[in-house]
């Protein structure tokens, strides 16, 4: 068996507000100096899948960037290897421009997938982040004879309702999906099984599938497959049960960041390497009279003020008698002397003035746009 992965590296139902204004989520960083896309990539590279595309739609010039090659991941190979396919080719249908959903950037990059030797495929988002054994997935898969096999979990890490804009899957008493939704309101964890956008499908299937969804001007893969044709598919459910991050809203970006200071959290998430594109840096320095509490701090940092319960990445400057709680804080930063930040993103570039104040609430978090001077 071999298999082809598929990483879509922006979703169709984020809002994360400034965040995502100049780049797609899959580059957005995660846990101090990786990225959001590092994670389903290693999940593929760390079960020995080298045959990875990675769909972009707009926005994806950072992402290209932090790719490359794929050499970091393994993926710089002869066969198979990383592939990046960005949406402005003309299409099949003559159309130029974005993907109108999921089913076209997987129909207008076809010509891509069928190069591949592998015979089964596994789609991945990026929105949600997981470690899962993509391998037993493929053969628990290929030994139930499905046709297609949806992953689902009936947890989030302590969050208490599914995220908006998922899909509610509904099961049988022989775990054949008969019934799919999208959550539009707060909706309990308990008992319900939503979906955690991983799809297993056979090659030739899924281009069987979206070839006849294009001819009837159908674009979502969960509505328009799924879902309409539930009764016709033999369409099986698998629980994933490990840790999960769920980052489609700035709110949960801020608490799936937040939960990698947790050490049990942490060693659960990487049990397995996470790779990323190394950069040459010098480690932080930590001046006297500073203090540190429970953060993670990247290298080339230069810390002077206190830093709690915070996220800093690469080369960030936080001056003397600055106090940095419950935030994140994107590389090249500088916060000056006296400033006071308590539930905030800052983004790449950002220039704090001396002894600004700014304040957000955890679910609210206050974020401040790349290369702005506050």
């Not at 100096?33 to 950072?62: C, Q, T, W």
């Not at 991941?73 to 290897?81: C, F, S, V």
């Not at 019934?179 to 008992?191: A, T």
């Not at 799809?199 to 674009?219: C, P, T, W």
């Amino acid at each position: 068996m071999s298999i082809l992965g598929i990483i879509f590296s922006y979703s169709e139902r984020e809002n994360l507000r400034e965040l995502t204004r100049m780049r797609t989520i899959g580059s957005l960083p995660m846990a101090g100096k990786f990225r959001i896309i590092d994670f389903p990539l290693s999940n593929f590279v760390n079960d020995g899948i080298y045959d990875v595309a990675v769909i972009a739609r707009e926005n994806y010039h950072s992402l290209m960037d932090h790719l490359g090659s794929g050499k970091e991941w393994d993926l710089m190979r002869k066969r198979g290897g990383l592939r990046v396919l960005t949406p402005y080719g003309k299409s099949e249908s003559g159309r130029n421009g974005l993907y109108r959903g999921s089913i076209e950037a997987l129909s207008n990059n076809m010509h891509s997938f069928r190069r591949s030797l592998a015979d089964t495929v596994i789609l991945v988002e990026t929105s949600i982040l997981h470690s899962m054994d993509f391998n037993y997935l493929a053969e628990t898969h290929i030994e139930s004879n499905a046709d297609i096999t949806a992953v689902y979990t009936r947890q989030l890490n302590g969050y208490p309702t599914v995220p908006m804009g998922v899909a509610i899957l509904r099961f049988n008493e022989e775990n054949r999906l008969y019934d799919l939704s999208i959550n539009k309101d707060d909706m309990s964890c308990q008992d319900v099984c939503w979906s955690t956008g991983v799809y297993v499908i056979n090659k030739s299937l899924l281009e069987s599938l979206v070839a006849d969804a294009m001819a009837y001007g159908k674009y979502d893969f969960n509505e328009d497959i799924v879902h309409r044709l539930a009764g016709n598919l033999n369409i099986q459910g698998y629980e994933y049960k490990g840790h999960l991050l769920e980052v489609s809203s700035v709110a949960g970006y801020m608490k799936a960041n937040m939960n990698f200071l947790n050490p049990v959290f942490r060693e659960k998430a990487f049990q397995k390497p996470i790779y990323t594109k190394s950069k040459d840096s010098v480690p932080a320095r930590y001046f006297t009279g500073c203090q540190v509490k429970n953060s993670i701090i990247s290298d080339g940092c230069r810390i002077e003020g206190t830093v709690e319960n915070s996220i800093i990445s690469r080369n960030v400057i936080i001056g003397k008698d600055a106090v940095v709680k419950n935030s994140i804080i994107m590389q090249n930063t500088e916060i000056m002397r006296g400033v006071h930040l308590n539930h905030v993103i800052l983004d790449k570039d950002v220039i704090v003035r001396e002894n600004r104040q700014l304040s957000g609430h955890v679910t609210y978090p206050v974020v401040v746009e790349k290369a702005s001077i506050i």
